[in-house]
């Protein structure tokens, strides 16, 4: 069982909740558990994890537990209205976080294994500047496993603002010792080159949590 990652990496008007996606049994409400009738095993577990987080988290703020967590057609959370969130989750753990949109415009958050980032995956993820940067230290692929979720982490949280999917080289990360900045490289919606989202990181018990969220 990992200590809970994300309370300390989001502000307080973000509520969270985790859980070893193992330990749930059941727990969907029936027009969620439709959107995974025939997954695999694995599936439906982590599915089922990130919408019991999901509603946990939504129940502090006031919302039935009866209100199902759908998805659109972007496979992306269908969050209630008023409301805001983001899942990510392990095969070992998950985790969800949400706030009312009169609070917090949008988040984000990624959860990763510690392991080192393929080399094969650095120049796809990597823009070329964070791949010089990472030459010059002495663990790359494990920094690189922070870029990477540093990336997933910000993309989710500008997705419900642009309705943009963008690839690994739209932002570029500047990473310190527990947060980072990822600076736009290119158009997305509103975002414009040169603006910024600034999110927090750790890395513990195996895993990488990386989260950012935008202020109303």
Same mark, same amino acid.
């Given at each position: 069982?990992?200590?809970?990652?994300? *309370?300390?990496?989001?502000?307080?008007?973000?509520?969270? %909740?985790?859980?070893?996606?193992?330990?749930?049994?059941?727990?969907?409400?029936?027009?969620?558990?439709?959107?995974?009738?025939?997954?695999?095993?694995?599936?439906?577990?982590?599915?089922?994890?990130?919408?019991?987080?999901?509603?946990?988290? =939504?129940?502090?703020?006031?919302?039935?537990?009866?209100?199902?967590?759908?998805?659109?057609?972007?496979?992306?959370?269908? @969050?209630?209205?008023?409301?805001?969130?983001?899942?990510?989750?392990?095969?070992?753990?998950?985790?969800?976080?949400?706030?009312?949109?009169?609070?917090?415009?949008?988040?984000?958050?990624?959860?990763?294994?510690?392991?080192?980032?393929?080399?094969?995956?650095?120049?796809?993820?990597?823009?070329?500047?964070?791949?010089?940067?990472?030459?010059?230290?002495?663990?790359?692929?494990?920094?690189?496993?922070?870029?990477?979720?540093? *990336?997933?982490?910000?993309?989710?949280?500008?997705?419900?603002?642009? *309705?943009?999917?963008?690839?690994?080289?739209?932002?570029?990360?500047?990473?310190?010792?527990?947060?980072?900045?990822?600076?736009?490289?290119?158009?997305?919606? @509103?975002?414009?080159?040169?603006?910024?989202?600034?999110?927090?990181? =750790?890395?513990?018990?195996?895993?990488?949590?990386?989260?950012? %969220?935008?202020?109303?």
């Amino acid at each position: 069982m990992h200590q809970p990652l994300f *309370k300390g990496l989001l502000g307080p008007q973000v509520e969270t %909740e985790e859980v070893d996606p193992h330990t749930v049994q059941g727990g969907l409400l029936k027009s969620e558990a439709a959107l995974v009738d025939g997954a695999a095993q694995t599936r439906v577990e982590q599915f089922a994890a990130g919408r019991v987080c999901g509603r946990t988290a =939504l129940g502090r703020l006031g919302v039935a537990a009866t209100t199902p967590i759908l998805r659109g057609e972007d496979r992306a959370p269908i @969050w209630p209205n008023g409301f805001i969130g983001s899942i990510s989750h392990t095969d070992t753990w998950c985790a969800a976080a949400v706030a009312r949109t009169d609070d917090v415009r949008s988040l984000g958050i990624d959860l990763e294994s510690s392991t080192p980032l393929k080399e094969t995956l650095l120049k796809r993820v990597c823009t070329p500047k964070e791949r010089a940067w990472l030459r010059t230290l002495p663990a790359p692929g494990v920094t690189g496993k922070i870029l990477f979720s540093a *990336k997933e982490a910000v993309y989710k949280c500008q997705y419900p603002l642009s *309705k943009q999917f963008l690839g690994f080289h739209a932002v570029e990360i500047e990473l310190g010792d527990e947060s980072f900045e990822a600076v736009f490289r290119q158009e997305a919606g @509103w975002f414009k080159p040169g603006d910024v989202i600034s999110g927090r990181y =750790l890395v513990e018990e195996g895993l990488v949590a990386a989260a950012c %969220e935008l202020a109303r």
